[in-house]
Structure formats: structure tokens, C-alpha cells
């Protein structure tokens, strides 16, 4: 029994069976909470259909982070420090500004250009449920793309293998309506991006406040979110220029200066990473690896 339970334990703290159930237990915990507590429940005491959903959206956003915690917290048998709460406000406000700031400069030069025109400004009610998806959207996002997959894989090859994710991140993302090569390439940027902001505070605080905050201000300014545009803008806005500067159907981040300043801030943080020392090297791991096992180490001839 004793080496049942030993090799057990060997093969879920194996890095891919982490990844994998961290994955698996994530997304079937929501559904199953969603579809047999939440829902029901809010169907039972709402009518509105717009506020079930709005709600839903938050709860499912919430209940990713529990499942987070409780599920790594009992595998790995640490302290969750990644969603630690002590630099939380700090987080909030580098995030939120970065994050929608940097969407506001694009949005900037292309009004300067007369290639940007506002002409009506809606209620901000409208923006209410699409505003509880994004929160959840990218809170499913981080946890999985850079809580569990980046996260396990900084761990145990460094930080420059795990950038390797971001293409994934990118690649996926080509299923998006209107997607291009173009606009694949800022997605993998935009995932080296917020990979970087988790290495450098090794928190998922400030990866998803500037997640959210980037897709928040498309729907703030009316344009297409990563191709979607089923949903209300904050703006009516009208945007007539080169499709080089104002980006495809897919929406502003297939545009020549979301790319350029998304680049340039991928650039940025991996330097300053360098820089303070934050990124983990492979040599830690190859060490570890070349290093005899407790056996051999205790029974040397």
C-alpha cells in the first residue's frame, strides 16, 4: 500500500499530470457547479435573462479561482502565493491603467490621424453583462493559460521555454472570427506580455487586470474584440482609414500600432525581468535532474 501511494504521488506531481488535471478539474468544476447549482437556482429567483447571465459570468468567474486554490493547494501542498491579495491595489492600478492606457494611445493616434470618429455616446448600462463576461473570460484565461500551463512549465524548464506557451495562446485564437496571421502574431505578444507581468510579480493579480482592462476599453471605444462584435459598445464609432493602421475585421489589435506597442512592451518586460533578476533559468532544473536520486545517495558503495 505504502508503494502504491508513493508512486501515486510520483505521477501527480509529474508537471504534465499537473497541468492536465489542473486543466480537467477547472473546467469541469464550473460546468458542473453552473449546471446543476448555479443556474438553477438563479432561474428560479430571476427573470430577467440579461441579469442571470451577468451574474452567472461573475460566479463562474469566482468559482475558477476557488477551484484554483483548493485543487493546488491539496496537490502541491504550498502556499498559493500567485493569488496572494497583499499588492492587490498595486496590481489593480498598474494593470488597469497599462491595460487600457495602452488601447487609448492606439485609439489616440488613429483620432489625430482622422482615422477615428466618435458620434454617439450610449448608456452604460449597456455595457453591464459584456463587462461580467470579460471579468470571467479573462479570469478563466489566466488561470489556466498562466496559473496552470505557465506557471508548472516556469517551474521546471525556466522562463524562456515557458514563454513558449504564448504560441499556443496565439494559435488558438486563429479560430477566432476575421483572424489573421497578423493578428496572431499580436496574440502571441499580448500572451508574452502577461506571461512576463506573472514572472516579474509571480502573481496572477496583474496579468488579469491588464487582460480584462485591454478588452474592456475595445468595448468602451466600438471596436471588435478579438473579431467579436456581438456585443454593446460604450461609443458609437466609426473607424475609415488604411486597414494597416485601423486593423482588419478582427478589430484594432490586428492593427500596425496595437502590434508595434505590444511588441515593444513584450521587449520591455523581458528586459526588465533580466534586469531585477526575475526570470527563471533551465540550469536550476538540469541540475536538479542530474542529481542522484535518495537512494543512491543513502546506499553509496
Known amino acids: ?24 478539474v477547472c473546467i469541469l468544476g464550473i460546468l458542473v457547479i453552473k449546471k446543476a447549482i448555479s443556474q438553477p437556482i438563479l432561474g428560479v429567483i430571476l427573470d ?6 451577468g451574474i452567472q459570468n461573475l460566479i463562474s468567474g469566482f468559482v475558477i479561482i476557488v477551484i484554483y486554490y483548493v485543487f493546488y493547494k491539496l496537490l502541491e501542498k504550498r502556499k498559493i502565493h500567485e493569488l496572494s491579495l497583499n499588492k492587490i491595489e498595486k496590481d489593480l492600478s498598474i494593470g488597469i ?6 488601447i487609448s494611445l492606439c485609439i489616440g493616434i488613429l483620432y489625430l490621424l482622422g482615422y477615428f470618429e466618435v458620434y454617439n455616446f450610449n448608456e452604460f448600462s449597456g455595457i453591464l453583462l459584456p463587462l461580467t463576461l470579460l471579468l470571467s473570460a479573462a479570469l478563466f484565461e489566466e488561470v489556466i493559460f498562466r496559473g496552470i500551463i505557465y506557471r508548472i512549465l516556469e517551474e521546471r524548464f525556466g522562463t524562456n521555454i515557458a514563454l513558449s506557451q504564448a504560441f499556443f495562446f496565439g494559435v488558438l485564437h486563429y479560430g477566432n472570427a476575421n483572424a489573421t496571421i497578423t493578428s496572431v502574431w499580436f496574440v ?20 488579469f ?6 478588452n474592456f476599453a475595445q468595448i468602451v471605444y466600438g471596436t471588435p474584440l478579438s473579431g467579436n462584435t456581438n456585443f454593446d459598445a460604450l461609443l458609437s464609432s466609426k473607424f475609415n482609414g488604411p486597414s494597416l493602421f485601423i486593423g482588419s475585421e478582427f478589430g484594432i ?17 523581458y528586459w526588465m525581468c533580466k534586469k531585477k ?21 543513502d546506499h553509496h558503495l
Open 209 to 214: 487586470f491588464f487582460h480584462f482592462s485591454w
Open 48 to 53: 430577467s435573462q440579461e441579469l442571470k447571465d
Open 1 to 24: 500500500m505504502d508503494i502504491m501511494n508513493i508512486s501515486l504521488r510520483k505521477i501527480t506531481q509529474h508537471w504534465i499530470v499537473k497541468i492536465v488535471l489542473g486543466i480537467t
Open 277 to 297: 533578476g526575475k526570470l527563471k533559468p533551465l540550469v536550476s532544473y538540469l541540475y536538479k535532474k542530474a542529481q542522484p536520486t535518495d537512494f543512491f545517495r
Open 253 to 269: 489589435e490586428d492593427s500596425f500600432f496595437s502590434i508595434l506597442f505590444m511588441t515593444l512592451l513584450a521587449f520591455y518586460l
Open 188 to 207: 502571441i505578444m499580448l500572451g508574452i506580455v502577461l506571461s512576463l507581468l506573472y514572472t516579474y510579480t509571480q502573481r496572477l493579480w496583474l496579468p
Open 97 to 102: 491603467s497599462t491595460g487600457f492606457g495602452l
